[in-house]
Structure formats: structure tokens, C-alpha cells
């Protein structure tokens, strides 16, 4: 028995045909018409995808990444700038010291009186006449006094004060600067009542410490440089009174005050 004979196509190429004579394999082009001529077989190539190029994505990426970058940049560069400011300010400032060399001002206590003293009836009674002087040493800075307020005190016990009007101290002067402190019948802790009229009693004498606050600026022509609050201290200042009079004066001449800030 005769098996069938299978043909397998060919993927791009057309089935063969078979013709007569010698059983010689020709390819052609139709179905078997004449002419004989050989035809060459159809290649298929497979067809290439497009390239695709996503422009949008890319510039997306490109400003996403752009954008943190100048951030930053930015932030340094103003940090940096920032920096180099403080840096430079610093040099003016010390440079300027070093060529002023401000120095603080000096006080001293001229005089100081009292009058009107009364501690009678646990209450207490007094006018204290102080006068300080100041020099300011200094060669090219001047000194603006924006608010000053002296005060008074026995044996640390607060008894009064006073704010003074403000003044100008130019380089190298002196000013002289008058205070009046005064108390009318005014309540005290009964200890300071019995340490006043021992002092009277058995000393004749009274001793205060006297202070001065002042809110100084340093000028060097129209530029203000430095501002700061001075403390002025006269400590131990004694006033020679007995129990029977009402006022009395300072003893021992003018007196160096402490200065600080």
C-alpha cells in the first residue's frame, strides 16, 4: 500500500511546482503557464518597530531634577552670603575698637547733704542734695546719657530714687551732673528706723551708698557704635548728723565711685 506524499510550505517561499522532464524542480510565479522562465524565491523580511522617543518625559526628568539642585544652590549660596556679612562685620567692629579704644567714663561724688531728716513715728522724712562728677577720657568718642535714675540706700535697704534728664558728654570733658532725693513721711521697715537713730544717737553720723544707672551710647562723629548700661556705685559715703539736728554734710571729701557694666 502507497503512503501519501506530504508537502511542507515554506514560510516566504510559494509552494514548488513540479513539471514534466526529468522530474526538474522549477519555481514559477504562476500556475504552471509557459515560458519556463525561473523565477527567484520572495525573502520576507520582518518588518522593524519604530523607534520611539519620549521628549516630554525626558524634559519632565530633566526639570525634576533641576528643580532640587537650584534649591540648594540657592540656599547655599545665601547661607555663604550670609556668613561673609556677619565675617566682615565683625572685622569693622574690631577694628574699630582697636583704633578708638573706648574707655568707660569715671565718677566721683563732690558733695552730699542732708536735710529735713525726721524719724519720727516709724516714719521716715529726708532730702539728700548729691552731686557727681564725670569725665569722659576718651580722645575720639562722645557719650549720649539716654536715662539716668539714682538711688539711695542704708545698709542695703532701698530708700529712694530719682530719674535725672539726659545729656551729651563730648571727648575729653567733664559735666557735672546734681541730684535731689527726697521721702516725706514715708513708711520704712521699722529696723532701718531703729538702725538710723542708733546711728545718730551713738556715731552722729549716717552712712549711705548711693548708685547711679545710666543708659550710655558711644558716638565717634554721627555713628553710634555701642550702647550699654553703666552702674555707678558710691558705696560707704558717710553724712556727720546728730539726734537733735535735721541736716548734716558729707565727710571726707570727694569720692571715687565704682563703674561697670
Known amino acids: 500500500m502507497q503512503q501519501p506524499t506530504h508537502s511542507v510550505p515554506v514560510t516566504g517561499y510559494p509552494a514548488p511546482a513540479y513539471g514534466g522532464g526529468g522530474g526538474q524542480q522549477q519555481y514559477q510565479n504562476g500556475g504552471g503557464g ?34 532640587p539642585f537650584a534649591t540648594r544652590s540657592f540656599f547655599r549660596a545665601f547661607v555663604g552670603t550670609m556668613i561673609c556679612l556677619v565675617i566682615i562685620f565683625a572685622i569693622i567692629i574690631l577694628i574699630t575698637f582697636l583704633v578708638l579704644r573706648p574707655s568707660f ?10 536735710s529735713d531728716f525726721n524719724t519720727s513715728s516709724q516714719l521716715l522724712s529726708a532730702t539728700w542734695h548729691i552731686s557727681f562728677l564725670t569725665v569722659n577720657q576718651n580722645k575720639k568718642i562722645s557719650l549720649t546719657y539716654q536715662a539716668l535714675r539714682s538711688s ?5 535697704y532701698f530708700l529712694t530714687d530719682s530719674q535725672l534728664p539726659p545729656f551729651r558728654a563730648e571727648t575729653k570733658s567733664e559735666n557735672n551732673i546734681n541730684v535731689t532725693l527726697s521721702l516725706t513721711q514715708t513708711y520704712v521697715d521699722p ?4 538702725g538710723l537713730n542708733t546711728d545718730t544717737n551713738q556715731r552722729a553720723s549716717i552712712t549711705f551708698d548711693i548708685q547711679l544707672l545710666a543708659s550710655t551710647s558711644f558716638h565717634s562723629g554721627s555713628w553710634r557704635f555701642r550702647s550699654l548700661l553703666l552702674k555707678v556705685l558710691c558705696e560707704d559715703v558717710t553724712i556727720a548728723i546728730s539726734s537733735t539736728a535735721t541736716s548734716g554734710n558729707f565727710i571726707g571729701g570727694p569720692k571715687k565711685c565704682q563703674v561697670w557694666n
Open 105 to 114: 567714663p569715671s565718677f566721683q561724688l563732690n558733695s552730699l547733704s542732708i
Open 34 to 67: 509557459g515560458g519556463g522562465q525561473q523565477q527567484y524565491p520572495y525573502v520576507a523580511y520582518p518588518q522593524q518597530a519604530p523607534l520611539y522617543y519620549n521628549n516630554n518625559n525626558n524634559n519632565n526628568n530633566n526639570n525634576n531634577n533641576q528643580g
Open 191 to 194: 529696723y532701718v528706723i531703729r
Open 152 to 156: 539711695i540706700f542704708y545698709r542695703n
